[in-house]
């Protein structure tokens, strides 16, 4: 990335971190709620969503800083899914990003109701966001809460559990990571492109994007987990605290989700050259998740 791309993105990225927590301080709600969201907001997240959508806007020539608000509300929904995913119910991690996990600081109730918070106030951001159109204000409210519930994130997750201690096919691990994981992602495109004023055709074609890029992300995460779990002697590719999850390397060897890492980022970057924007920036990132090492 030049010294220009990157100086921008983490400009951006300053930016939410300032926005987000701005946003938090603002509502009128106990203190004790504040601090458990803010906590988990200010643990050292990528900002990876953000950047995306940022990038999307700045594809088209507009000012990312449009897309302000609707950053913020992916970052909660995001963090919202983290706080509920280390839950004792869910995974039960005691840490996150190499902090207590935030019901092992606020306890279980604090930390779901935080997430709920999250969650919720999201939508409040778009809704009252004056710098958006109210035609795009409700395109963004439908693709958010399609994206987070019930057919995005929330089934993604269900599955996941679902298939806890069983071997899917290679068809149903990727139904799992496009929806967990893969949909938010795809939210952050399509946010920043239709912000940015993209048509139907190109729409379709940033959809096509944020599939694969998606599944690269997650692709990337298995990846990740197998490096860094090399030096833990005994522990089974893809075994997470007793529960055995399914990964791309446990399914396809560490070598074979390499190769599907490559072919999904080379389908991502394919569908991008067919923009007639200026798709730098998402080129720039799309590259990040290809070698990321966090
Ligand atoms: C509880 C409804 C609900 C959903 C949880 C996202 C999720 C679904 C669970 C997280 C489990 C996990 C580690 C998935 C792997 C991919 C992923 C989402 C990683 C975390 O995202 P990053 O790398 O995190 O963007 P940071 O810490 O940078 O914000």
Redesign the pocket.
């Known amino acids: 990335m030049s010294v220009n791309q990157t100086e921008y993105l983490n400009d951006y990225k300053r930016q939410l971190d300032t926005n987000v927590i701005k946003a938090i301080e603002e509502l009128q709600a106990p203190e004790s709620l504040k601090e458990a969201m803010k906590y988990s907001l200010t643990a050292?997240?990528?900002r990876?969503?953000p950047l995306f959508l940022f990038a999307a806007i700045h594809a088209y020539g507009k000012d990312p800083q449009v897309g302000m608000a609707t950053a913020c509300a992916l970052e909660m929904i995001?963090t919202y899914?983290?706080i509920?995913?280390d839950l004792p119910s869910?995974d039960d991690d005691d840490l996150r990003?190499g902090r207590p996990t935030n019901h092992k600081v606020f306890g279980e109730a604090l930390a779901i109701l935080a997430g709920d918070g999250l969650l919720t106030y999201s939508f409040e951001l778009i809704a009252n966001d004056a710098r958006l159109t109210d035609s795009d204000k409700i395109w963004l409210i439908q693709l958010l809460a399609k994206n987070a519930g019930p057919e995005g994130?929330?089934g993604?997750?269900v599955a996941d559990i679902e298939a806890e201690n069983k071997e899917p096919t290679i068809q149903e691990l990727e139904f799992i990571h496009q929806h967990?994981?893969g949909k938010l992602l795809s939210f952050s495109v399509l946010a920043g492109a239709k912000i940015g004023g993209a048509n139907e055709a190109e729409l379709e074609m940033f959809a096509e994007f944020s599939h694969h890029l998606g599944l690269a992300?997650?692709i990337s995460?298995d990846i990740l987990d197998v490096i860094g779990d090399e030096n833990i002697i005994g522990k089974p590719v893809g075994s997470d605290d007793g529960k055995s999850k399914s990964t791309y390397p446990a399914l396809l060897t560490l070598d074979g989700a390499k190769k599907q890492l490559a072919y999904h980022i080379d389908k991502a970057k394919k569908a991008l050259n067919q923009t007639k924007q200026n798709p730098a920036l998402l080129l720039e990132l799309t590259d990040l998740i290809a070698v990321r090492d966090s």
Request: charged share 30%.
């Open positions: 050292g997240g990528k990876i969503r995001h899914s983290l509920h995913d869910m990003r994130m929330v993604g997750q967990k994981t992300f997650q995460d």
